[in-house]
């Protein structure tokens, strides 16, 4: 609730208290008192000058008669923490725009510090600092550095950082008909999480479409979650900044490996159901094509051209998002070659080639047909050269709204391909709430970005009922569990012989912690000598597998540590005197052989994301062929059987060269139980099975590697 009405007061205020005004030409305090002139409430200045604007001014936030909803601060940011003290019990947020703060080094954070807690202490929402300003575009409040206002009735929220983009969502309302409902620079984001204002706008009835152009998440497990709550309901598209290596290098997991960089990051976002593009512009045009066309429910498109080579380079560029160009039905197609000249084409793209005399009547009935077809989820005329004319864009346009008015929800997006002398008819589509995109790979990017909007919203209503987490033994061995279930501290498990350098549990420790977890584990032996060795293989069975363990072989095929397919007695005491002979104090793990497809299951603890699971296929390849899917862990037994089945070679769970197909249920088990160990104990840093051997009768882990800090 504090967080709703913070926000509230930020977006809808009724009274706003602007610290720095100023009459003087060119200052940031005259250019936010002329931006907050068409703002409907109350706007009082709080300045040194004795009037602003022909009004008088407040020499201090105190000395403002009554409370205020909003404090915007231009001031210098010596003075920040102490306006914000005068905020406490006055105003409801304050957005400063002022820099100087974290974004310029020590001193400037130690300044930060105090502004935000100041805020905390006051009970006062902080935006920015350092922030291009807000704006409610239906409102209208402009409490920006904006040159104007953007165009409002768009339903179209932006949250940003950068405040290029707030000034770009202005340009492209003037050049392209973006309309908006809410901007949000969030600057240095001292106070104010991204989760907050997600779930602020979620709620906000103003707000169908959400666009975040972010250089970093702030509290990003909470944002995940409030992601997860918004999608299903609304659009939300983002362009994210990438993070370092760091992580890579210092992994010592293969899992850990695979999920540095940006993929954690991106398996976090997909897995919410954000739709993740590459450029600001990107999320910009998926937000034109979203505001003003209904939301697209399948990934077919129809496309008609007059120009056979820009109709297939579409077709390719939509193939590249993942979209299909399928080709009509032969019904369909008669009816279409009944309005195209002999030579033309019905196929799809529909090409009725530069019949000029035709563009006014052929493009219009042509998008009527395909959209009420059903044989195609979405719509692009391609509008070029002598088809970019006002007499065109008039016909299409009125055959969207006659579609509209027959309740046919089809969504069509126009690709412009013409000079710069006929960018001004764009306006009698656009003016229409039909976007037009500049030739065709940003058109593809844009429907490309729509579509998957659309299909992750449609599935999220669709969805059935989440399938049941597994249950799992209570309690954990107390030698490697607290009792509150978290893992032991190391000098314990380091007391106990349990942990290995670099933070290792021991294979025999990381195996019971598995097998309570009710995790598949093969019997392994630890054997000290040959005659061991050969013992144990007795017990097992043959052919037996041997490795070694040390805790400096940390990969063990790397240092030729591994034996397989030891046939006798003979061939497991000589495996095991190579083995131990690879290092001091070496020991050799014992396991009957068995055979299947090698996956890799496993755990990571992500900066930002907290605990994750990574599933794909294993083996000594698994970084060569980073065929693995990441998700924030815990994940149900639905979401792993999703999770395997949109692995590339997904293909060989169904059995390939007569081989019976893989089980998926008692891998999906195993995810969901090791996604349940990270996400229950945070002491658990990474975790590798691999491989896991996967079959027809079920699976086991065979090698595993745990470590904790």
């Known amino acids: 609730m504090l967080t709703q009405a913070g926000l509230a007061a930020v977006f809808a205020p009724r009274r706003i208290a602007l610290v720095g005004a100023s009459d003087r030409p060119g200052s940031v305090g005259r250019l936010l008192w002329d931006n907050l002139a068409d703002f409907p409430g109350e706007v009082l200045p709080v300045s040194q000058a004795a009037t602003v604007g022909g009004r008088p001014a407040y020499p201090d936030l105190r000395h403002v008669p009554g409370p205020v909803d909003l404090a915007v601060v231009v001031t210098p940011a010596a003075t920040v923490p102490g306006i914000i003290r005068s905020a406490a019990g006055k105003a409801g947020a304050v957005v400063v725009l002022s820099a100087g703060f974290a974004e310029t080094g020590p001193a400037g954070a130690k300044l930060q510090a105090e502004a935000v807690d100041a ?54 309302g003037q050049d392209e008909g973006l309309r908006v409902a809410k901007v949000f620079a969030a600057g240095n984001k001292a106070d104010v999480t991204d989760a907050e204002v997600l779930g602020y706008l979620r709620q906000d009835p103003e707000t169908r479409v959400i666009c975040l152009l972010l250089e970093s998440i702030t509290d990003a497990r909470g944002f995940f979650d409030e992601a997860c709550r918004t999608t299903p309901v609304k659009p939300v598209i983002a362009v994210v900044g990438g993070r370092t290596c760091a992580g890579q290098r210092a992994a010592v997991s293969h899992t850990a490996a695979l999920a540095a960089d940006d993929a954690a990051r991106d398996a976090a976002l997909r897995q919410a159901g954000v739709v993740r593009v590459r450029t600001g512009l990107q999320v910009l045009d998926a937000a034109r094509a979203l505001s003003g066309q209904p939301m697209p429910r399948g990934r077919r498109v129809g496309v008609v051209t007059n120009s056979g080579g820009t109709g297939v380079e579409l077709a390719d560029l939509l193939a590249d998002e993942g979209l299909a160009v399928p080709e009509l039905g032969p019904a369909l197609q008669e009816e279409l070659r009944a309005l195209l000249p002999a030579y033309a084409s019905a196929v799809n793209p529909v090409d009725m080639t530069p019949a000029w005399s035709l563009f006014a009547t052929v493009y219009p009935a042509a998008i009527e047909l395909l959209a009420r077809s059903g044989e195609v989820d979405v719509v692009v005329p391609v509008l070029l050269q002598r088809s970019a004319s006002p007499e065109v864009a008039v016909a299409v346009r009125d055959a969207v709204a006659r579609l509209r008015a027959d309740g046919i929800t089809v969504p069509v997006y126009v690709c412009w391909v013409a000079p710069r002398s006929a960018d001004a008819h764009t306006g009698l589509l656009q003016e229409a709430g039909i976007p037009c995109f500049a030739w065709p790979q940003r058109t593809a990017q844009a429907v490309g970005a729509a579509v998957r909007c659309g299909v992750l919203v449609s599935q999220a209503r669709e969805a059935p009922a989440p399938m049941r987490r597994r249950t799992r033994p209570r309690a954990l061995p107390d030698a490697l569990m607290a009792g509150d279930g978290l893992l032991a501290g190391e000098g314990l498990l380091a007391g106990e012989g349990l942990l290995t350098g670099e933070g290792l549990l021991t294979a025999s420790a990381a195996r019971s912690l598995l097998v309570a977890a009710g995790i598949p584990v093969i019997e392994t032996v630890r054997c000290a000598s040959p005659a061991e060795a050969q013992a144990a293989a007795d017990r097992l069975g043959y052919p037996a597998v041997a490795k070694v363990d040390h805790p400096e072989l940390t990969h063990k095929s790397d240092a030729g540590g591994v034996r397989l397919g030891l046939a006798s007695a003979d061939a497991v005491r000589a495996a095991a005197a190579h083995l131990l002979a690879l290092a001091d104090g070496a020991a050799v793990l014992v396991q009957a052989q068995h055979q299947g497809i090698e996956l890799l299951i496993g755990g990571v603890r992500d900066p930002e994301f907290g605990a994750m ?80 051997l996967a079959g027809a009768d079920g699976c086991t882990a065979v090698d595993w590697r745990i470590r904790v800090g």
């Not at 006051?122 to 920015?128: E, N, S």
């Not at 062929?625 to 037994?637: F, G, H, M, N, Y």
């Open 119 to 172: 805020a905390r202490a006051g009970g006062v929402r902080l935006v920015g600092p350092n922030c291009f300003g807000v704006q409610n575009a239906d409102l209208p409040l402009n409490a920006s550095i904006a040159a104007g206002s953007p165009r409002g009735g768009g339903g179209v929220s932006i949250v940003t950082q950068s405040g290029a983009y707030g000034m770009a969502v202005h340009a492209l």
């Open 613 to 692: 699971i990574a599933a794909g296929f294993g083996g000594v390849l698994v970084e060569a062929q980073r065929d693995v899917q990441l998700a924030v862990a815990p994940v149900d037994t639905g979401q792993a059987i999703a999770m395997l089945r949109a692995l590339r070679g997904a293909a060989v769970f169904g059995g390939l060269r007569g081989r019976p197909p893989v089980d998926l249920g008692p891998v999906a088990d195993l995810i969901a139980a090791v996604s349940e160990l990270m996400a229950d104990n945070p002491r658990i840093a990474e975790l590798d099975l691999n491989p896991v």
